[in-house]
């Protein structure tokens, strides 16, 4: 059975952070004490109205929370979150998307400096194809930013020389700025198979358990990829949950080539040439729309009529206007495992996006 079929089938849905009361936001609007050690659930949160238009002026108690059915009080609240970013970028160059690198770098660097706010915002850069590669270790240096984009296809040879001579800081190490292992043995090491292959399940697995899970405030990762996934070690359930618990937003841009694949056209109706478990081809656009959608984060297809410059500037909007809302569980007793979420506004005609559980522990 495709892998798209398992995802839907165990519902995964999003995972919120657990955090003490004391750290939770910054400049909030209603402020709230909690004795220490008492736990807090955080989430982020974006409002449109039916024209898709960001909704910017609600106050707390425009909003409506439930956990298991149970309503919950908003102890705390802000209309724009001023937390710390951590932006993962993660491109596909495998041999279906290597015709457009030249579009995603010249795009990727407008964004990094668009959205990247000097001595507080903090990025990544990762390449997959055969292997995940961790081109740059988190960074608030456009400097080393601007030279991983340089070095998504540049040959293998010279990257190492670079690092080698400084060019590259922060990586894991292990050798060759890849994931630490090398064998693809396991959570957390490197994931290199020979002969080809999109480790797209592999590289998110990986991006939120060895760098996400380590940070705090807002987290997102950006997918650039057809969603086609050949030769992960990982399933698409185990990927989605990682990115849950790493408490980290997806998302999914589908941009593709539309002649990689002989007219199997991942994004526009077509298969792509990935397998599921089963042996069933998985439709790249339905993975992607999956990971957003039970991450909290969004999906996005790169058109003629929405570039890829225009889907970053939909994610920096997103990102800059994001709700912050913090509660504390009203049960006596809070079971481990996932807890569902849910989140609407007082009006019914707006559309909240954010994350729709977590997992207590």
Request: net charge positive.
């Amino acid at each position: 059975m495709a892998l798209a079929g398992q995802i839907s089938r165990r519902s995964v849905l999003s995972a919120l952070g657990l955090i003490p009361a004391a750290g939770l936001l910054r400049g909030q609007q209603d402020p709230a004490t909690f004795s220490t050690g008492v736990k807090v659930v955080n989430l982020f949160a974006n409002v449109r109205n039916k024209k898709g238009e960001i909704v910017r002026d609600l106050t707390k108690d425009d909003f409506l929370l439930d956990e298991e059915g149970q309503p919950q009080s908003i102890k705390y609240f802000s209309q724009e979150s001023d937390l710390p970013l951590t932006l993962g970028l993660m491109v596909d160059t495998s041999g279906s998307q290597r015709n457009l690198i030249e579009q995603e770098r010249a795009a990727s660097f407008k964004f990094f400096e668009q959205i990247l706010r000097p001595e507080k915002d903090v990025a990544f850069v990762i390449h997959f194809d055969f292997e995940v590669e961790l081109l740059q270790d988190i960074t608030s240096s456009r400097r080393l930013l601007d030279q991983a984009l340089e070095d998504l296809s540049a040959p293998k040879q010279l990257r190492q020389q670079r690092q080698q001579g400084g060019g590259q800081q922060g990586r894991f190490p292990g050798g060759g700025g890849r994931f630490p292992g090398g064998g693809g043995q396991g959570r957390g090491q490197g994931r290199g198979q020979r002969g080809g292959g999109t480790l797209l399940y592999d590289s998110v697995l990986l991006a939120s358990d060895e760098l996400m899970r380590k940070q705090s405030g807002r987290k997102a990762l950006v997918l650039l990829t057809d969603g086609v996934d050949q030769g992960s070690k990982t399933s698409l359930y185990t990927a989605v949950e990682s990115a849950q618990r790493a408490d980290t937003l997806v998302y999914a841009v589908l941009f593709e080539d539309r002649d990689a694949y002989g007219g199997g056209l991942v994004g526009f109706g077509g298969m792509g040439r990935g397998r599921g478990g089963g042996g069933a081809p998985v439709n790249g656009k339905k993975v992607l729309e999956q990971m957003a959608t039970e991450t909290g984060g969004r999906f996005f297809e790169v058109s003629k009529k929405q570039p890829l410059e225009k889907v970053y500037a939909a994610i920096e909007e997103d990102l800059r206007h994001q709700y912050s809302l913090g509660y504390t569980p009203e049960r006596t007793e809070r079971a481990s495992g996932y807890r569902r979420i849910h989140l609407t506004t007082r009006e019914k005609n707006l559309i909240v996006q954010t994350r729709q559980g977590y997992y207590a522990t």
